[in-house]
């Protein structure tokens, strides 16, 4: 479904990735892991069009994204719920939700999307008409996870979903995460948490400054010892 | 006799105040939404009453029959100045944006006047339709027709853009963008267009208030500056981001210049500069803005 080909990406004159490779069929949930400042943030802002690689292509369903804007990518159905949650906290929670659904072929069926976001996070329905920035650090992304939703994506990007948050928490939300990609939605998840998002995913992307450094079945990643050594913490001394 | 007196007063700023929030509220809008402060806001509210005085003039047509020609006219004219000059910047950081589309409205500010000169030569324009200096007297005030439609028109517009932005998809996307440009990207808006909508909705917002200053006051070619900053003091007055803050800052800032015109004359617009220096140290999130 969404292929990403040999991208270099540069932030002004500092190049941050190279040669990136990676893949997403479809319904399938892929994680990318890495350290802080390895460039998984600026990959998957790269396919949903913020930023332009430099060379290399991103293909989904066939039609090539890398000099589409934003707008063109939600449409044709990737939406990327950012670090940081980025809900709009001075809007109502259904303001966000509506907004989610921005686009013209999302907005048709919106009511019925709003029941599905609702039954995955029944918080959301008691809040509707409170401001967003007043909500606890989980709802909140529980909103954002919501709001990407609400695009009706067939691939949905999170970045760091698990960010800041209770350990509690983000149990409920890589739980929501499950039954979202159960539902049928290709998911691409950003992780720090290396253990919660082998667990969850079929399969896995290791990013080290800006290069692919590994990928596999994650289970096979599980029990890698360099994996283990690096990123799990239970590695042989 | 004093009770009129405060009356008139009151009746009076309240009247110019709507005027003020008027012009606030545009600029507000494209400082709200996009980060440009346009101080050729004022030069936007100039051709609106230009245009309005040659509607007049030349074919003899309403000044307030000519509204909605000339809300077409200068969004049209928004979107147009938008597009050539603003709309490469945007892409910009927002400090490198901020420098740099001040300039260009700047230069806006410098060339309109030049312009207006040559088209319209420098004397003072006045558009008076026959009903233009009558009024009609409620409770022993004076109240003037033309002030009054101003008024009356001020209250719809502003009801309308909160309507528009609180009760419509474009609307809440313009809020959306205002609040975060880059989560609004990703919900599929374009926020170029957004951008572009609303600059042009500021320049079509100046230009409606370009007329009433026409009809009450003059239209002359230097008189975008000293609009640009009434807005200016309005919109600090106000704090960012309220269309009824914005609004409601302008009669206030109105009433309060009528109430001190009794007492100080012409000194009057050295206490609107007063406010803004006092709002500005002491309360800079301005008096409806979030702190």
Known sequence: ????????????????????????????????????????????????????PASGSVVFNGMRLDKEPTHKVVELGICLVPEGKGIFSGMSVLENLELGSFQKKSRKVKSETLEFVYELFPILKD??????????????????????????PKLLMLDEPSLGLAPLIVK????????????????????????????????????????????????????????KDSYLGTGSV | MIFILVAQTLVNGIQIGAMYGLIAVGLSLTFGVMKILNVAHGEFLMVGGYIAFWLFTLYDIDPLWGLPLIAIALFLL???????????????????????TLLVAFGLFLIFPQIARWLWTADERAITPMYSGESFP?????CGYVPLCGLVMAVVVILGLHLLLTKTYFGK????????????KLMGINVERTYLITFALGAALAGLAGVLVGMTQTVTPDMGMPWTIKALIVLVLAGIGSVGGAFFAGIILGVV?????????????????????????????GLFGKA
């Open chain 2, 138 to 142: 409620i409770l022993g005030i004076q």
């Open chain 1, 127 to 152: 809040r509707t008409r409170q401001v967003a920035g007043t909500l606890s650090g989980g709802e909140q992304q529980m909103l954002a996870i919501g709001r990407g939703l609400m695009s009706k």
């Open chain 2, 257 to 285: 210049e009528s109430v001190s015109a009794i007492f100080m004359g012409p000194y009057t617009v050295a206490l609107g500069m007063g406010i803004f220096l006092l709002i500005l140290m002491f309360r800079p999130q």
């Open chain 2, 173 to 184: 996307s313009v809020r959306g963008t205002t609040e975060n440009w880059k989560s609004a």
């Open chain 1, 172 to 227: 409920t939300i890589f739980e929501v995460i499950k039954q979202i990609n159960k539902s049928g939605v290709g998911i691409l998840l950003v992780e720090q948490n290396v253990r919660a998002a082998l667990e969850l995913s079929k399969r896995a992307y290791i990013i080290e400054n800006g290069r692919i450094v590994q990928h596999g079945d994650a289970k096979g990643l599980l029990s890698d010892d360099q994996v």
């Open chain 2, 78 to 100: 928004g979107a147009a100045f938008y597009q050539l000059l603003f709309s490469g910047l945007t892409k910009f950081h927002e400090e490198i944006k901020m420098k740099n």
């Open chain 1, 1 to 52: 479904m969404l292929e990403v080909n040999n991208i270099d990406v540069y932030h002004g004159d500092l190049q941050a990735l190279w040669n990136v490779c990676l893949e997403v069929n479809e319904g399938e949930l892929v994680s990318l892991i890495g350290a802080n400042g390895a460039g998984k943030t600026t990959i998957v802002e790269s396919i949903s069009g913020l930023l332009t």
